[in-house]
């Protein structure tokens, strides 16, 4: 069936349908990863957006149970040059064509993803519209119609709305009554959109995780005696959050914490740094950064619209971290707090492990073991 994108400045990318054709738009980013289709896809971190693939060839190794980083996809869209619809792998329970049409989502392949990357790379990300309709220019306007991503309220859609645990077999509810395990130290987990992953790292290192809602109060915390907090990556605009910003604070006050991606810019605003907007962000599994502290440089996980500013740093506030690409802030650590702050995704799926330590050294401080221990 024929399908294509349009885009807010009336550009169009024609191809073909799979999945679900319902027409459905929102913010067009593309990810620069090679493999990890399905963990890409299933990131709460891409909710509203439509994701174009760099890689030429998408689907190949099919869906796998355990590596989805959310109960489903959470993007609306996904665009591609070429699909493979008969993955030919013995752990494949789906085609991504099938998965995706399971869970209403809309893909589009045949696309020039080459053009479609270089226009995105020039212009910004742009609001996009997928149908299967042959009315270009309705399609166009419908894309302009479509609300920027600050409007739209990314967080609550993905964050969970009870609090539960975390185990090697999934989510589990959680009763406030129960004793907390003996010797295995207490996480709390803000989930703006958490990915499985970061929970799973944390539980592989003894901890016993508890995931609280976005809106969760430094009371319910509190009463939860945590060792130690993850502040988890997630959708939108951090400015979009401001409430947040005060628990917050009061986390770095009280507790040792390590925040990932969208927790990392919401450490940056409790810090009284400023936040920008990237042109196009940076999406992939192949970004390198450069701790400051050991010099070595970790090729890294990265989904993310807005960056922390390096200019005027607050006192007490110092950069860890630099993306080799473009030179934005990409760590911070106060000397006040016990912080692990950090815009890129240290437990990747995808992309590679060369920054999982981080997790030895947090769960190290909050009364747990390294994954060499574990």
Partial sequence: ???????????????????????????VVFNTAMTGYQEVLSDPSYFGQIVVFTTA???????HAGESESLGPAAIGAVTREV?????????LESLPSWIARHGRF???????????????????????????????????????????????????????????????????????????????????????????????????????VVVPANAGPELVDALEPDGVLLSNGPGDPESLGEAVPVVRRMLERYP??????????????????IVKLPFGHHGANHPVKNLETEQVAI??????????SDALPAGVEITHLNLNDGTVQGLRHRQYRLWSLQFHPEASPGPHDAREVFDRFVTTVGGRSASSA
């Fill in 57 to 63: 060839h998408v689907g190949n190794y099919g869906i």
């Fill in 257 to 274: 914490t390590l925040a990932i991606c969208l927790g990392h810019q919401l450490v940056g605003m409790a810090l009284g740094c400023r």
């Fill in 107 to 209: 893909g589009l392949t045949g696309v020039d993803t080459r053009k479609l990357t270089l226009h995105l790379r020039t212009k910004g990300n742009l609001r996009g519209w997928m149908t299967t309709s042959a009315d270009a220019q309705d399609a166009v306007e419908r894309a302009r119609a479509l609300p920027p991503m600050r409007e739209i309220p990314a967080v609550p859609s993905v964050s969970t709305s009870e609090a539960y645990v975390w185990t090697s077999r999934g989510r589990a509810p959680f009763d406030p009554a129960s004793h907390r395990t003996p010797r295995r130290p207490r996480v709390v987990v803000f989930d703006y959109g958490v990915k499985f992953n970061i929970l799973r790292e944390l539980e592989q290192r003894g901890c016993e995780v």
């Fill in 84 to 92: 493979c619809a008969s993955p030919r792998h013995p752990d494949s």
């Fill in 300 to 309: 890294t996980s990265q989904n993310h619209n807005y960056a922390i500013a």
């Fill in 1 to 27: 069936m024929r399908a294509l994108l349009a885009l807010e400045d009336g550009s169009i990318f024609a191809g073909q349908a799979f999945g679900s054709p319902e027409p459905c738009g929102g913010e």
